[in-house]
């Protein structure tokens, strides 16, 4: 089996004039899934970006054993990325079969094999052949999904990947992930921490800095999401809800 390390040293991220993180150091291992919590606006997205080398960043970022700080080229050998759509990503005149290609890193037969059945895995041949601008929000995401399989990464990184996904189709995704962890480091975020929490190996709790990470039990308790979620948190007979919105930052 690959490895599968992600270690983090001294991290604080720089977001426009902004610094997030205060200096948190961290390492994750796999196989098994990483669930990311906390409201809009509380860096879930930038600390992915961080990781992946895509921000400007102090501390160090190493991904199974490599310094990968501020080189997203050296991070993308180890980790597929699904990231949060945006209005740009529809803008760009591109179909789904060239968009799905253009990730392979070999262009070999069995890089094509692989291809051919992730698609078939997530039910994309019957658009395959039109604009990515066109596809509703379920079928975006699971093209991107499939994007960042192709190249059979160790290490998954998805953003949200669920938010734009009707309900009908919501489980098939969910299920999807949680196979993917069995045999992946799948580190995820999600604005609904119920969604993933019993399935998770750790929780990273954020809201500016790491509030708290650890397991589940450790991590989902009413002391730490109040400091998360504040004003966004409920308690109804001894049971919290998260009531926020959710987005990129």
């Known amino acids: 089996m690959c490895t599968m390390r992600v270690e983090v040293e001294g991290l604080r991220a720089h977001y426009g004039n902004e610094v997030l993180f205060d200096g948190e150091s961290f390492e994750l291992s796999g196989p098994g899934l990483i669930l990311v919590i906390g409201p809009n606006g509380a860096g879930k997205t930038t600390l992915m ?13 190493f991904i199974n054993g490599v310094d990968v700080t501020g080189r997203p080229e050296r991070a993308g050998k180890f980790v597929g990325y699904v990231p949060q759509i945006g209005p740009q990503d529809l803008a760009v005149p591109i179909s789904v079969i060239e968009l799905l290609s253009s990730s392979l890193r070999s262009k070999l037969p069995r890089g094509y094999e692989r291809l051919r059945e992730i698609i078939d895995l997530l039910g994309l041949r019957e658009v395959l052949n039109l604009p ?42 969910i299920d999807l992930i949680l196979d993917l962890s069995k045999g992946k480091l799948l580190i995820l975020s999600s604005h609904d ?8 190996k750790e929780v990273i709790a954020l809201n500016k800095r790491i509030v708290s990470i650890g397991p589940p039990g450790d991590v989902l308790n009413e002391k730490v999401m109040r400091e998360v979620y504040g004003r966004s948190l409920i308690l109804v007979e001894r049971c919290l809800h998260v009531v926020d919105y959710h987005g990129a930052y």
């Open 193 to 200: 921490p119920a969604l993933f929490a019993n399935h998770s």
């Open 49 to 61: 970006r961080s990781l992946l080398g895509l921000v400007r960043i102090d501390g160090k970022v």
């Open 132 to 173: 990515f601008s066109s596809l509703s929000g379920g079928q975006r995401q699971r093209v991107l999904l499939a994007r960042a399989l192709a190249p059979d990464p160790p290490i998954l990184m998805m953003d949200e990947p669920i938010s734009s996904i009707d309900p009908a189709g919501r489980e098939t995704i």
